[in-house]
């Protein structure tokens, strides 16, 4: 059956003259409908099915007999009627139409094969090389393959279909109505017998398929109705006992060819359909019928499960069998073959994923082990996640990621061997414990390469981030690994990288879903805290690859001149991880990760002055060898290290975390007993320090914030804060400070009866912490619950470890969260803060300027009052040497210029203008930074002092300063994109001036300055140059088109390319206005 022995050849005289034109003619005739002329309304869809076949047999063999161009035809049909080896004629008019058809099938199939064997293609013509090649004789057109399979549907229909065992394939009335009317007209008990009828017409069909084109057809269409016949044929069981005439017509022999040909047609076909059709074989799970028509189908006979389930398994394991079984799956719901429309739509469906992860976790009884079935499906589900068509991976990849899971909670002992290990391959084979080969320790070696490490980062984030399974396997095979991935993330970070963004997922995930000891202990490996954890192999780098990506080499040697820059690079690199992992943990704050991995951090800076100062240091002479001496100095180095990685690590968290890092009170008290313990601890060593009695202070104060009722403290929230009654005693017994003593005294006692006595000491130090942030807390204070001392712990944290900044005796700056009402500052306060402004102390002077600078920006009328008095200390206050001071002078003069500009301006313009001789270039800079913030303050009511304000810029760019002249062109670009139309009086002035700076000036600084006043002309002027410019417009082009040209400078001639970019587009714009799709409405009155 497999290869079925073909019709005998025809004579060549009659293949000669017979044509595929005729033969498809003859088949159409035999299609023709309303064959009966004598039908009428009384006759059943039975009787009209009957009589139109009869009638369509008759008017062929009348063909046949009376047109003499159908005698060549007819020849060629008897020839292979008298070599077939089937019967012919029936009483059932069914089988006689059937069998007329399949013969003439045959006459196009021999018709073509011969047509083919004679054909001899002609040479191409060199001169016309595009001319499509010569067609082969035997393609069918359009109409022809639609004639062929119309054909085919009544072949299979009358002689296929009708023949299958109940529950074999899908019933003809369930088809269609034409197939109900089929199914009741064919005449079983007729001879030849059922089951011969099948063979026969299942034998054809694959003696069809042997041409490429009709076998294409066929499978396309009717693999399922044939394969189907095939398993009736070939292993329907046969009953021992008194055997039925059906089930004698077949021989053994007929029977083993039936079942190679249905193997043979599996492995010829495409893979996807195979399975498709052989889930439809198998049937669904069992059903309830209540209809007596839906009985037959509801379930397949047990025989066909047990095979389709054999097949399927072989589909299974054939190579890309895994592919085949999820594509046969997903396309039979209607994803495409390529993804299709609906490939979203199906990944999304869980169940089916479900189904597919089930049946290739699931070891099928053909496999010789479940190791060898493992083996050879992993790599297969690996390759699932490689598509590069985005729809066929979105369609796969939720099969991919549920099969991954589902095998690794199936068979945990084998899937991370043939599953993570090969996805984890390229990064285990650079750790620092991996076994490099010499052969692949040369210098410039690519270990990894990009493609490589690209899939497995994309690979481990579709495994565990979008599946977002955390089994304990997953976790603990991508623990090893931390410090690889961290490093990876870490360099991605210092360019542009794909996978950046995909790291830093991994890791987040992995640090979530730890448990908590698990994740410090990751970040404390992380952070290089844990020395022995698995690192980057010492050996190894990365580099930036070519396509976007990373690669892992091994490092080039490293010469002695080269040793300064490579220890710098390490340090280098060390820091800028701790600070990348600063921001990694800025995203775990909410919950709580950061908060506590910090109090670690605080817990780990006291073990390690603990141990310091315990640590027993002998002398050199005590040591028996060089030996011992070199070991006991590199711990000392190792020792001095870590203390130093602590430092730095809460040095990091400290600036990077916000003020959300503690999430619930437990961490509170948990940062308190560290500082108490560290407290008590230098106690110890009596080596008490101000740092350490300002912390303690702070900690404590912090206790008394939430004791005082600025935290609604529940019994349970007492319970964790009495954790700290050992160590507030200690610190009460022993600590030299009476005002601490008292103070932690008084907190134990409060604690110990849950609040109900707490002294006026408690309130105060509670009130002197708040007082830091914000001195009106009282009238400000709300309740809070237990889980909002964020703010007050994080106002703590970033002075834990450094003196506070002393602002003076009697003087706070005035909280920025608090809103003052105007008039409220008292003749005291303003004294106060006059005072202070001439502090010799920085921090204070610099608090005073803000605060009067506050005053100003909101029109207090007792600062108003003192303009003249404030303008003064603000001028003494520039020529500061301290950029604090300076700066926040300068924020001061320019709020009190927008306040009084024509008061205050004119004092400003002739200090800029000055000589050196009465004003320092310093103080003359700070004063244009000021000016420059006047002009963009005053934004459109500039124009009102545009002549003093240009003079005076002019005349600057001719100062023999250069840093004056930069900073005079500066201030011009400012002044003049905010002119608009009111440009005009001077642009030729401005212009001219411009043009001969650029062109002549010896400063490449003010070269810069030049250019760039043009640049911003232009984008402030936009589409109103072509109006304010129009005069300068060619001289400002030609400056610019010299400069691009002839200027030494590469960021002068950046800034003239900038120009003409703007000036380009402006240009553009106005040549060829964007056309808008506007209709003006005027409503008429």
Same mark, same amino acid.
């Given at each position: ?170 019933? #003809? ?6 197939? =109900? &009317? *089929?199914? !009741? %007209?064919?005449?079983?008990?007729? /001879?030849?017998? $059922? ?120 589909? #299974? ?6 592919? =085949? &079984? *999820?594509? !046969? %799956?997903?396309?039979?719901?209607? /994803?495409?073959? $390529? ?747």
């Amino acid at each position: 059956m497999a290869a079925p022995r073909p019709a005998a050849a025809a004579p060549s005289g009659a293949l000669e003259t017979c044509s595929l034109e005729q033969i498809l003619e003859a088949l159409k005739l035999l299609l023709s409908p309303g064959g009966s002329g004598s039908s009428s309304l009384q006759n059943t869809k039975h009787d009209v099915l009957l009589e139109t076949l009869k009638s369509n047999l008759s008017a062929l063999e009348t063909k046949f007999l009376k047109d003499a161009q159908w005698k060549k035809l007819k020849i060629l049909r008897d020839e292979i009627a008298h070599r077939a080896e089937w019967p012919q004629n029936s009483e059932d008019i069914t089988w006689t139409f059937t069998s007329q058809t399949l013969l003439l099938l045959l006459c196009l199939k021999e018709t073509m094969t011969r047509l083919v064997a004679d054909f001899s293609p002609g040479k191409p013509n060199p001169r016309t090389p595009e001319a499509a090649p010569a067609l082969s004789p035997d393609t069918l057109s359009v109409s022809q393959q639609k004639t062929f399979q119309s054909v085919l549907q009544f072949v299979v229909t009358l002689g296929v279909c009708p023949y299958l065992m109940p529950g074999v394939g899908v019933p #003809l009335r369930d088809r269609t109505e034409f197939g =109900a &009317v *089929v199914q !009741g %007209i064919v005449r079983l008990e007729a /001879a030849p017998p $059922a089951t011969r009828r099948l063979y026969t017409c299942c034998r054809v069909l694959l003696d069809l398929t042997q041409h490429a084109s009709l076998g294409s057809l066929i499978f396309c269409r009717h693999f399922g109705d044939i394969a189907a016949g095939l398993c009736q044929l070939g292993f329907c069981p046969t009953k021992r006992k008194a055997p039925a005439p059906v089930e004698e017509v077949l021989t053994e022999e007929e029977r083993t060819l039936s079942r190679g040909a249905l193997r043979d047609i599996l492995d010829q076909v495409y893979q996807p359909l195979a399975v498709r059709e052989l889930l439809i074989l198998q049937g669904g799970p069992p059903q309830s019928c209540t209809d007596v028509k839906m009985q037959l189908r509801c379930r397949a006979p047990a025989w066909l499960r047990r095979l389709c389930g054999q097949l399927l398994s072989e589909r #299974l394991m054939r190579p890309n069998g895994v592919q =085949a &079984v *999820v594509r !046969g %799956i997903l396309e039979g719901a209607g /994803a495409g073959a $390529a993804g299709g429309t609906d490939a979203e739509a199906t990944a999304a469906d869980w169940k089916k994923c479900d189904l597919i992860a089930k049946i290739l976790a699931s070891c099928p009884q053909q496999s010789l082990s479940p190791e060898s079935y493992y083996k050879d499906i992993c790599p297969q589900i690996l390759d699932l996640f490689h598509f590069r068509d985005q729809l066929t991976a979105r369609q796969f990849q939720r099969v991919a990621t549920t099969a991954f899971i589902a095998m690794l909670r199936e068979r945990p002992e084998l899937a991370p061997k043939y599953l993570l290990q090969p996805m984890l391959a390229p990064l285990q084979r650079c750790l620092d414990t991996a076994e490099i080969p010499e052969r692949d320790m040369v210098p410039g070696t690519v270990l990894v390469t990009e493609e490589e490490l690209s899939r497995c980062v994309e690979d481990v984030f579709k495994v565990y981030v979008v599946a977002n399974e955390p089994l304990p396997v997953l976790l603990d095979s991508l623990l090893p690994l931390l410090r690889v991935l961290f490093s990876l993330y870490s360099f991605t970070k210092q360019s542009v990288s794909h996978i950046r963004s995909l790291c830093q997922e991994i890791l987040l995930w992995i640090l979530v879903k730890l448990e908590r000891k698990k994740a410090i202990a990751s970040l404390k490996a992380i952070s290089g805290l844990d020395k022995a954890a698995p690192a980057l192999h010492p050996q190894c780098q990365f580099k930036a690859a070519a396509h976007g990506g990373i690669l892992i080499s091994i490092k080039e040697a490293i010469s002695s001149d080269d040793e300064d820059e490579a220890l710098y690079q390490k340090v280098s690199s060390e820091q800028s991880q701790m600070e990348h992992l600063g921001d990694l943990l800025s995203h775990c704050q909410e919950c709580g990760l950061a908060g506590d991995f910090f109090i670690f951090c605080l817990k780990e800076l006291s073990q390690l002055v603990v141990e310091n100062e315990a640590e027993f240091k002998p002398k050199p002479s005590c040591y028996a060898s060089l030996l011992e001496l070199e070991q006991h100095q590199a711990l000392l180095i190792e020792d001095q290290e870590q203390k130093l990685l602590v430092l730095q690590l809460l040095a990091v968290l400290c600036e990077r975390m916000s003020e959300q890092i503690f999430t619930h009170i437990t961490q509170v008290v948990d940062f308190v007993a560290a500082t108490l313990q560290r407290a008590c601890a230098s106690l110890a060593r009596d080596a008490e320090s101000t740092v350490g009695s300002q912390t303690l202070s702070l900690s404590m104060g912090l206790v008394a914030v939430m004791l005082g009722g600025a935290v609604q403290l529940k019994s349970s929230d007492f319970a964790v804060l009495k954790q700290l009654l050992p160590l507030l005693e200690k610190v009460s017994n022993t600590y030299p400070d009476p005002v601490i003593q008292e103070l932690a005294a008084d907190l134990r006692i409060t604690i110990s009866t849950h609040g109900a006595f707490s002294t006026e000491t408690v309130s105060t130090a509670a009130q002197s912490t708040l007082n830091k942030k914000d001195p009106d807390w009282k009238t400000e204070e709300r309740p809070q619950s237990s889980h909002d001392t964020s703010t007050e712990v994080a106002q703590s944290r970033p002075e834990q470890e450094q003196t506070p900044v002393r602002t003076g005796p009697g003087f706070r700056e005035p909280s920025t969260s608090t809103s003052q009402l105007p008039g409220s500052v008292t003749t005291e306060q303003f004294r106060e803060a006059l005072s202070a402004a001439c502090d010799p102390q920085v921090p204070t002077r610099a608090a005073a300027l803000r605060t009067l600078s506050q005053w100003v920006e909101h029109r207090e009328a007792r600062a108003l009052e003192e303009q003249k008095k404030l303008l003064q200390i603000f001028l003494e206050n520039l020529e500061h040497e301290d950029t604090f001071v300076y700066l926040s002078a300068i924020q001061g003069v320019a709020l009190l210029s927008d306040a009084y500009p024509e008061e205050i301006l004119v004092d400003l313009l002739a200090r800029y203008d000055s000589g050196k001789d009465k004003h320092t270039p310093e103080t003359r800079m700070k004063v244009g930074e000021v000016l420059m913030r006047v002009v963009r303050a005053l934004g459109d009511m500039v124009s009102k002092y545009r002549e003093p304000l240009i003079h005076t810029f002019l005349r600057g760019v001719k100062d023999p300063d250069g840093t004056h002249r930069a900073s005079s062109l500066a201030n011009l670009g400012e002044l003049c994109q905010r002119l608009d139309f009111l440009l005009g009086p001077v642009v030729h002035e401005v212009t001219a001036c411009l043009v001969a700076v650029a062109k002549t000036d010896s400063d490449v600084q003010v070269r810069r300055a030049a250019i760039h006043v043009v640049v911003l002309l232009l984008r402030g002027l936009s589409q109103k140059a072509t109006e304010v410019l129009s005069d300068v417009l060619k001289d400002l082009y030609r400056l610019l088109k010299h400069v691009v040209c002839l200027e030494p400078d590469d960021v002068a001639k950046l800034h003239a390319q900038l120009a003409l970019e703007e000036l380009d587009e402006i240009l553009r714009n106005f040549l060829f206005p964007p056309q808008k799709l506007e209709k003006k409405i005027v409503v008429l009155p």
